[in-house]
């Protein structure tokens, strides 16, 4: 007897297979993808760090990054009009990685040499379900982790 394709049991066993290894895989894959957004919005936090530094060296000028929410953004001020200007964009961290950012000082700035001149060392953490990472600047407005 010449046999072709799969008996029924056959194709129950391989989707049941295939489910108990999926039911094994989702929550470790789920708690990857949290982590993962926890890293990418650490290393959006330096960016925006490294973009208020760097702006403040090229335009010769004082330079804030703010911290508003889970927002932040450049600001820099025009020597001859006086008007703010928004360097970059406005990154938005909740809505792109979905996580929640809290901080110890809701602005940083930088002088026309790319040193910070704050009071004290500043925390910047972003959280999201049960992870957390955290950006440590120190008063001279250097990242230390």
């Known amino acids: 007897m010449n046999r072709h394709g ?3 049991m056959e194709v129950l066993i391989v989707i049941g297979l295939i489910g108990i290894i ?12 949290v982590r993962q957004s926890v890293r990418s919005s650490r290393e959006a936090v330096v960016a925006m760090h490294a973009r208020a530094r760097t702006a403040a060296v090229q335009r010769g000028r004082v330079t ?18 006086g008007a703010l200007d928004t360097v970059g ?3 938005d961290l909740h809505s ?12 940083l700035p930088f002088d026309s040499r790319g040193v910070g001149f704050a009071a004290g060392d500043t925390k910047i953490v972003v959280k999201k379900g049960a992870y957390q990472d955290d950006v440590d600047i120190n008063a001279w407005g250097r990242i230390i982790r």
């Not at 999926?22 to 993808?33: D, E, F, H, K, V």
């Open 64 to 81: 804030v990054l703010v911290v508003t929410g889970d927002k932040m953004h450049v600001l820099s001020r025009h020597p001859v009009t």
């Open 89 to 91: 964009g406005v990154e």
């Open 6 to 8: 799969f008996t029924l």
């Open 22 to 33: 999926g039911a094994m895989a989702i929550p470790r894959i789920g708690t990857a993808l």
């Open 96 to 107: 792109r990685y979905g996580v929640t950012v809290t901080t110890t000082r809701d602005s």
